[in-house]
């Protein structure tokens, strides 16, 4: 059975930091691409960043570049947002996702994160 747990939301100030982190099991962990996406109250969801395989290459929207950075354990089935300098745009349901090598994508149940004075 596959699963993907989310886990490091809640409340923080602006400017503070989290860390999320996403222990996935029931699948190949070392051969999939990972990734989180966030859905902000009335939006859509969109990718925050994704990381490789191997050799690790990592992307990340625009809107959270040099503020996030995401990151995985192979050895452990765990992949890791550490967000700095949150903002309250960063407000949001935060999901982890996992494609893997037969291109099937499994999803987390989300995490929420609010960023608030």
């Known amino acids: 059975q596959v699963q993907l747990v989310e886990s490091g939301g809640g409340l923080v100030q602006p400017g503070g930091s989290l860390r999320l982190s996403c222990a996935a099991s029931g699948f190949t962990f070392s051969r999939s691409v990972m990734s989180w996406h966030r859905q902000g109250p009335g939006k859509e969801r969109e990718l925050v960043a994704s990381?490789?395989?191997?050799?690790?290459?990592?992307n990340y929207a625009d809107s959270v570049k040099g503020r996030f950075t995401i990151s995985r354990d192979n050895a452990k089935n765990t992949v890791y947002l550490q967000m700095n300098s949150l903002k309250p745009d960063d407000t949001a349901v935060y999901y982890c996702k996992a494609i893997s090598r037969a291109n099937v994508a499994y999803w987390g149940q989300g995490i929420q994160v609010t960023v608030s004075s």
């Open positions: 990381i490789t395989t191997t050799n690790g290459f990592t």
